[in-house]
Nanobody, 115 residues
Framework: QVQLVESGGGLVQAGGSLRLSCAASGSIFSTNIMGWYRQAPGKQRELVADITSGGVTNYAESVKGRFTISRDRAKNTAYLQMNSVKPEDTAVYYC?????????WGQGTQVTVSS
């Protein structure tokens, strides 16, 4: 099993920046994908960005050019750098880890963007 712990959420003003971290521990396979999802009140959870163990990234259109996903393989940690945030970015952000059919989720971290 893989355990994920997110950190870095909080309150930020529109136009500001925030950096989320997701630390993975446990039985980590060398080939995996780590990603960030978000869920706003009354809405479905949606993919924000993900990154493969080889460094290939994928972004939702709504965050392209503003958010950057990265990872430190030695630390088994994924990051989400959020720049030029908007009120519509307000949500609970969840980290996930995927390998084959196995998926693990973090507990989520709240991001609130004030206008």
């Amino acid at each position: 099993q893989v355990q994920l712990v997110e950190s870095g959420g909080g309150l930020v003003q529109a136009g500001g920046s925030l950096r989320l971290s997701c630390a993975a521990s446990g039985s980590i396979f060398s080939t995996n994908i780590m990603g960030w999802y978000r869920q706003a009140p009354g809405k479905q959870r949606e993919l924000v960005a993900d990154i493969t163990s080889g460094g290939v990234t994928n972004y939702a259109e709504s965050v392209k050019g503003r958010f950057t996903i990265s990872r430190d393989r030695a630390k088994n940690t994924a990051y989400l750098q959020m720049n030029s945030v908007k009120p519509e970015d307000t949500a609970v952000y969840y980290c996930d880890y995927r390998t084959g059919v196995y998926v693990s989720w973090g507990q989520g971290t709240q991001v609130t963007v004030s206008s």
